[in-house]
């Protein structure tokens, strides 16, 4: 496998990796920054997020949508206002969220408070329709991490980080998720963060095996970058799409992630091209 290409260095902790707009957007959850970097390692600092943990993607309006603090907060006019609430469903953490082409935003929570030693618990996804409802549309779901859907925002594929696997969902018309399945069952690994290709195929992010990992449906191994720190998270950038993009960072507990600057956005060459959402 080729040897990647160190884009960008002294992050904390980064997560979220979205290619928008010609460039990569990220979360920083340890310095809570949310950080756009092109190829070429050119860093900018958007806004300042105080929480643990936060992510982002985009309305089909152009707003920047995050996910923090147990609520939806988007852009309006250059300034982040409260959107949806989402403190009422649960006081657990929130983690990723995933917007398709019909502005349904997917937002799990892994159900316990890993930064304070809980025990783990089932997580949840809910949606919240363009309206502004929300409501839960999967459970009991191990440690949801991960997002991605189809081009044609018919599936939702979610990392299943402590049941090792990749789980699919059909998107119905209003938003709900139905013929739960199992896309791929991943052996050992821990998927984190996920990417999705043209070839149909999902690169996943593995941070005990400091790994990112290219699989087709049915879990057929396609290719593996071995890293030399945890790989938390990865995106499909660059102008042809064709840049594996990996949030990566050396992992010491929780109690180690504001210690030190260890994380890196590396890049590889990719043989497809991204896909669907994010």
Request: charged content about 25%; proline content about 6%.
């Amino acid at each position: 496998m080729s040897e990647p290409r160190i884009v960008l260095e002294d992050i904390v902790f980064g997560e979220s990796p979205r290619w928008h707009d010609g460039r990569l957007w990220f979360s920083d959850w340890g310095a809570h920054e949310i950080v756009v970097t092109d190829l070429d390692g050119n860093r900018e600092l958007v806004t300042e997020v105080p929480a643990f943990p936060f992510s982002i993607d985009w309305l089909p309006d152009g707003r920047l949508l995050v996910v923090a603090n147990g609520a939806l907060v988007a852009e309006q006019d250059g300034v982040m206002e409260p959107w949806v609430e989402l403190s009422p469903i649960t006081d657990k953490p929130w983690n990723e969220l995933v917007v398709d082409g019909r502005g349904n935003v997917f937002v799990n929570s892994i159900g316990f408070d890993l930064m304070t030693g809980e025990s783990p618990k089932p997580g949840m996804i809910v949606v919240v329709t363009p309206s502004g409802t929300v409501r839960r549309v999967a459970e009991d779901l191990a440690f949801p991490n991960g997002m991605v859907v189809t081009p044609d925002s018919s599936t939702l594929v979610v990392a299943e980080s402590y049941a090792a696997r990749l789980t699919a969902f059909d998107i119905q018309d209003d938003g709900s998720l139905a013929n739960r399945r199992v896309w791929a069952e991943l052996g050992d690994a821990a998927p984190d963060g996920i990417c999705l290709d043209a070839e149909g195929a999902i690169w996943y992010a593995d941070v005990p095996h400091r790994r990112c990992v290219r699989v087709r449906e049915g879990g057929e191994v396609l290719q593996t970058h071995q890293l030399d720190r945890g790989g938390f998270a990865c995106a499909l950038g660059g102008d042809d799409r064709r840049t594996l993009l990996v949030m990566a960072a050396r992992w010491h507990g929780v109690a180690g992630v504001e210690e030190d600057r260890t994380g890196q956005v590396l890049a590889f060459d990719a043989p497809a091209p991204g896909a669907g959402f994010p």
